[in-house]
């Protein structure tokens, strides 16, 4: 499919970990792809936690249905993602990876909004990637701005694997 923006196993395996830290949580991802992320989330999560991801590719959301869509604990939707999250208005959740532009660089403080208290939110590719558009690195480093100027969250950038950063609402 010529897909080359998954997730590196490094930080598949920090979703897996810090996934672990949420039983019985609610997750969201946003930015399926082909699933990738998504099924490190699902091998942390336990038997009472459940996924939503969302991507508006349905090629590649149809390859993330064909090998995780079995899984009772996974729903995904094929949708605008910047819509999507803001229907969610009023929710929250224990964990967001946010994957894709939306959450990310747009509808970042309506993301932000459906984190709960003690909640993740997490980023990655904040290291400059060689399938970086143009003028890519300008967005990277707003968001990072942003993200070191909220007030009630504690803030994890690291300068790892695609460069992570991770967000957590504090009381």
């Known amino acids: 499919m010529d897909f080359k923006m998954g997730s590196d196993a490094l930080t598949g395996n920090l979703l897996q970990t810090l996934a672990a830290t949420k039983p019985k949580g609610w997750f969201l991802e946003i930015g399926t792809g082909t ?34 869509g ?12 910047g819509e999507f999250i803001k229907s969610l208005a009023g929710q929250t ?16 403080e309506e993301t932000l909004r459906l ?9 990655d590719d904040m290291l400059p990637q060689p399938n970086w558009p143009e003028g890519h690195q300008l967005l990277v480093d707003e968001l990072l701005e942003k993200l070191e100027a909220l007030k009630g969250f504690h803030i994890w950038k690291m300068n790892w694997s695609t460069g ?3 967000c957590t609402r504090k009381g």
């Open 115 to 123: 984190v709960a208290l003690g909640g993740f939110y997490v980023v």
């Open 70 to 81: 079995s899984d009772p604990r996974l729903t995904l939707r094929v949708t605008d993602g």
């Open 164 to 166: 992570v950063v991770v």
């Open 35 to 68: 699933g990738l992320s998504a099924a490190w989330i699902l091998n942390g999560i336990d038997s009472q936690s459940t996924l939503l991801s969302v991507d508006n590719n349905p090629d590649l959301v149809s390859v993330a249905e064909k090998f995780l």
């Open 93 to 108: 959740f224990d964990f967001i990876f946010a994957d894709s532009w939306p959450g990310k660089y747009n509808t970042l």
